[in-house]
């Protein structure tokens, strides 16, 4: 975590800003004196350091990361909680997807080139012969028969967590806006008392307009986009993060990112990606059959909404004649 920026927004208004899982970490609040205030933050940097050290794949020391070491070892390893939720909540994902989200993407990751600098095991037998994951809930027990990636989920996840810590320790105020990258979470009011005014961001000029403004006040709003974490292989081809599980490949042609608003920040981020590796063909209808409010930006620059991200839409640049 790096070290803390402070903004007084207005009176009782107050943002924070320090750097975790990869990504800038914000935190606006209102409602709240200035002590309350830093112990708001003081408790979102608690908490996500917290779910870092347990989840996240780039720390040696993680729990996942000691978790995927006896990957394929037939051995059963006690969990802590938030791993346990993490491999538990990327199952249902990976149903609820049709595999679309899987976890085990780790492995290709890693061989295209977004190495975590920790040792995976070779696989010990056929990906066929056993499930990836076994869970005993009574004893909070697993076993992996391959290694895992908290990826999406886990910084959703994470913002959960902190939110709730937050609204536990009576420090919500008003409302707050926790943010980690594209991943936000939204409660009660803005500076103004309204609600937080969220943009969509343009991955072709991610520091200029916004696409769309939407309006939340109970919510968390998520983007997958191959903005950022693309990277050469190699051989010299051009990839991305966003991993279909089914070919092993960079997946999600014709759509450079996709938002999706929803109620809880850990499956806005599932359904994000879900809907990417949908592909520009398959994402329409995909997202209005489940009656998603997304937005989604396909390579040309254009904008589409379905319905209830229209309905969710106070203001939408003007696309060029």
Known sequence: MTASAEVQLEADAWRFEARAMGSPLRLSVTGLAAASARRAWATVVEDVERTEATLSRFRAESDLSRLNLTAGSGAWIAASPRLYAMLAASERARHLTVGRFDARVVRVLEQLGERAGVTLPEPASPASAHPWLERDPRQRRVRLWAPADSGGIGKGLALRWAADAVTRAGLAGHGL???????????????????????????????GEPLAVLEVTEGSVVTSSIAVRRWRTD????????????????????????????????WSEVWSK??????????????????????????????HLTPAARAQTTWERATPA
């Not at 993060?241 to 929803?262: K, W």
């Not at 398959?282 to 009656?291: F, L, P, S």
Request: proline share 8%.
């Open 274 to 303: 879900a809907l990417f590796l949908s592909g520009a063909r398959g994402i329409g209808d995909e997202a209005r059959r489940r009656g998603l409010a997304a937005w989604w930006v396909e390579a040309d620059g254009s904008l």
């Open 235 to 266: 051989d010299g081809i051009s990839v991305h993060h966003l991993i279909d599980p089914r070919t092993g490949e960079p997946g999600g042609e014709g759509l450079a990112a996709v938002t999706v608003l929803g109620l809880d920040p850990a």
């Open 177 to 207: 806006l926790l943010e980690a990258g594209g991943d936000i979470v939204a409660r009660g009011s803005a500076p103004d008392r309204g609600p937080w005014r969220i943009g969509v961001e343009d991955p072709q000029q991610p520091d």
